[in-house]
C-alpha cells in the first residue's frame, strides 16, 4: 500500500476551507492508503500565538479530525513535537537549502512584499521543516491545497539533492491535489482564499460556527449583477465559488448543478448551498463534542506518536549515519 502524509497548521480554527481542502479528502484516502497526519504544531509558532488559543486550537484540531471521520486504528495520528526527529531533520534539511531556493517561495515572498513586520527566521526556513515532515516517512503522496504545492515540489528537489549527494535516501514525494475544491475563496471577496487569517470574518466558516451565522453567511455571500446561474469563474467568481462548495460536498459535478438551477435566482442557489453545508457541518459538530467530552483524544495523541516514532526515527538515524554525524560503529 503506497503512503501518504500531510499536516494541518491550526494557527486559528479550521475552516470550511480546510475540510473540502483538505480533511474531507484525508478521510476518502485512508480506504486505499497508509495515511499519516499529523498537526504541525511547529509550523504554527513561525508568528507569535497566544499560548491558550494555542492549546486551544490544536486540541480543537484534533478532535475535528476525528470528527470528520478520521480513523486513528487506519491512520496514524499524532501531533508534531511528540516526534523529535521532525526538528532535527528539520534542521538537517535547511543545511542542504540554499538561500535561493527560500527567497523563491511565495508565501514567504508575498508577506515580505507586504512589508510585513517582525518576520522570524522560522518563517523562512519552515519550508526545510516541511521537507523533514515528509521525508521521514518515505511518503508517496502528499495532499495539499494549491498555495503548499510549491513546498512540495521544493521538497522533491531536496530529496533528490540528498539522494545524490549521500546515495538512496529519501522516496520523491508528490503532491496531489484535488480537482475540486482545492480553493475554496472568501464569501465576502472572492477573488481572496477563505481564510482564518481573514480580517472580518464574514466571509469565512468555521468548523464550529454556529450554524445560524453559516447560513447567514452564504446568504450575504458576495455574487454579481450579471444574475445568470452559469459557469464563468472570472466574471461571476462569487457564484462560481458557491457553486464549487456543494459540488464538493455533495460530488456532484458543478455543471449538474448549474443545470439544476438554470434559470433561477441567486437566493434559491444560496438556500441550497447553505443546506448542504449546514447539514455536513452539523454531524461534524456532533461527533466533535462527543469526542471532546469521551477525553480520548490524549491517548490517541500518545498512541500515534508511538506509531509516527517508529518510522520516523529509525529514518533519521540512517540520514545521519550516511552524512557522517555518528561516531557509532
Ligand atoms: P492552512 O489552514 O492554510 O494551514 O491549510 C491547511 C490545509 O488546508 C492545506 O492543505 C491548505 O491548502 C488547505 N486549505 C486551506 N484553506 C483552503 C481553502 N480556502 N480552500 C482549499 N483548501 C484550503
Ligand atoms: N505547511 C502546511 C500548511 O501551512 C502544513 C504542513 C506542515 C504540511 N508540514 C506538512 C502539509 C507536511 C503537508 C505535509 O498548510
Redesign the pocket.
Known sequence: MKRML?G??P?GQ??L??Y???LRNFVNYQDDYEMIVFIANLHCITEYQDPADLKKNLTDAVALYLACGLDPKRSVIFLQTDVHSHAELGYIMACNTYLGELNRMTQFKDKAQKGEKNMTAGLYTYPCLMAADILLYDANYVP?????KQHVELTRDLAQRFNNKYGETFVVPEPLIAKV?????SLSDPSK????SEETNKGCIYLLDDLKDVRKKIMSAVTDSIGIIQLDKENQPGLYNLIEIASALTNKAMEDIVKEFEGQGYGKLKVYVADIVCEEMEKIQKRYHEIIDSRQIENILKEGAQRASAIADPKLETVKKKIGLEIKY
Open positions: 500531510s494541518i497548521k494557527t479550521l475552516t476551507g480546510n473540502i481542502g483538505a495539499v491545497g494549491e498555495d503548499q475544491g482545492a480553493r475554496i475563496m482564499k477563505m481564510s482564518k
